[in-house]
């Protein structure tokens, strides 16, 4: 700033302030999911290969529940099996790498596994007001890569309509 610059004061606001949102910062609660699918998914074989077990799993045209409250059983000419954490506002980052720390660290099974089914990991956020954001960093997109996985990223906006 030169001494020849002028410095214009700010009108002040009149009246009471109404807080409406903030600014920043990152999801309010968030959720991660490895998913397998295929018109010609084994269930069994995907456990079998990470080494863990489904948080829900189905064969294509095996019968089962849909939602969490159990009231419909439907079939879907596909499968699907997913491994998920919980929905909260820890750190998004380490839920990835506890996600991904339960599945096997062998690569080649991991290779096996997408060559055969889609697989992804999403990452379901949930934002309370505008302007959030998402920092992944290398060593979390590498251990994505080294396993082949795509990234979803599934927002939802749960604030105020006003």
Not at 50 to 67: I, Q, R
Not at 114 to 131: A, F, P, Q
Request: glycine share 4%; aromatic share 8%; with cysteine.
């Amino acid at each position: 700033m030169s001494k020849d610059d002028k410095i214009v004061p700010i009108k002040q606001p009149q009246g009471e302030l109404e807080h409406i949102c903030e600014v920043g910062g990152n999801f309010d609660e968030t959720r991660v999911v490895l998913y397998a699918y295929s018109e010609k998914l084994n269930k069994d074989e995907v456990s079998k290969l990470l080494e863990v077990s489904a948080t829900k799993s189905w064969n294509p045209n095996e019968p089962h529940y849909v939602g969490n409250k159990k009231e419909r059983i439907i079939t879907k000419p596909f499968g699907k099996w997913w491994l998920e954490s919980d929905s909260n506002d820890s750190d998004v980052v380490e839920k990835i790498r506890t996600l991904l720390a339960q599945c096997t660290e062998n690569l080649e099974s991991w290779s096996e596994l997408t060559s055969k089914y889609e697989c992804w990991l999403s990452i379901v956020g949930h934002l309370d007001n505008w302007n959030r954001e998402l920092n992944l960093p290398v060593d979390i997109m590498k251990l994505m890569v080294d396993r082949n996985l795509d990234l979803n990223i599934d927002v939802y906006f749960d604030g105020d309509e006003e």
